[in-house]
């Protein structure tokens, strides 16, 4: 499932190649229930057809494309989606389920198998997302705010972390990866860490947050970014989907276990149950 990273690699595949650019259509295959809904097509189509995209933006795992006019596109990818950038004669993905066309006769196509991911339109996404908590590769997200977001708090640390109001954009992939490479047992009450493991929390998620950046995310399944590459941090996860691997840091076996309702990969003897 595309988290901050996926999400921020589309973002900046996208960004140069629509800013600026104004929206002529929408379409959806015929029959077909499109990611705009509740809103029909010709609704949407209406909204926003003759608006410029001003800004390409990510808040958390949402890409927000600003229009002028003060409206705003909020598209969420779920469990499958993705916002790929397209020439008409390019041939059409598989599960293709809607297409922005734009004044230069190029089309944003969304893919999505599971037809989970959402368009939203908002008039204020800084409010629509306003429960949505801090960034964690914003220079202003500090140990002390994820050491306010851990106090006190007898969830299990990976559920806080999961926790899109504390902390936005880490899904199941990397919040397992930081818990790996800061040393910490996801189950452990989150209220439990030291200030020194907090700190190690801290820059492992800006760590790996990072560096799945810069291999343009993980593509072990179906996200691809906005040009329809795929990612390479899959091939540097050290934890998720290793169940039954050896650690590359002890040489023990990486255990898959159920923590906060959600299949959890962590190596026991790297991040003990007990500080
Ligand atoms: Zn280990």
Redesign the pocket.
């Known amino acids: 499932m595309p988290e901050l990273p996926e999400v921020e690699t589309t973002r900046r595949d996208l960004e140069p190649l629509v800013t600026g650019r104004t929206i002529t259509g929408v379409s959806v295959p015929d029959g077909q229930p499109g990611p705009m809904a509740p809103l029909s097509v010709a609704q949407f189509g209406d909204a926003v057809r003759g608006r410029t995209i001003e800004r390409l933006e990510r808040r958390g795992k949402y890409l927000i494309a600003a229009l002028s006019g003060g409206v705003a596109l909020v598209l969420h990818r779920r469990m499958t989606g993705n916002l790929l950038f397209a020439r008409p004669e390019d041939a059409a993905p598989a599960f293709l389920r809607a297409v922005i066309t734009l004044d230069d006769g190029a089309e944003l196509r969304w893919q999505d198998q599971r037809r989970f991911g959402t368009w939203a339109l908002a008039d204020d996404p800084g409010k629509a997302l306003s429960s949505l908590g801090p960034e964690p590769l914003a220079g202003s997200w500090t140990v002390a705010d994820l050491a306010a977001a851990l106090r006190g708090r007898t969830a299990p640390v990976k559920a806080v972390l999961l926790d899109q109001r504390r902390v936005a954009g880490l899904g199941n992939i990397y919040a397992d990866e930081s818990l790996h490479q800061a040393g910490i047992h996801p189950a452990r009450p989150a209220g439990s860490l030291t200030p020194a493991e907090t700190e190690r929390v801290h820059t492992a998620i800006r760590a790996v947050l990072a560096r799945a950046i810069h291999l343009q995310g993980s593509s072990a399944r179906d996200y691809v970014g906005g040009l329809g590459q795929r990612g390479r941090m899959q091939e540097e996860w050290r934890v998720y989907e290793r169940g039954g691997l050896p650690?590359?840091?002890?040489?023990?076996v990486?255990e898959k276990v159920r923590i906060a309702g959600r299949g959890t990969h962590l190596?026991?003897?790297?991040?003990p149950a007990l500080p």
Do not use: H, L, T
């Open positions: 650690c590359y840091g002890c040489g023990g990486i190596c026991p003897a790297c991040q």
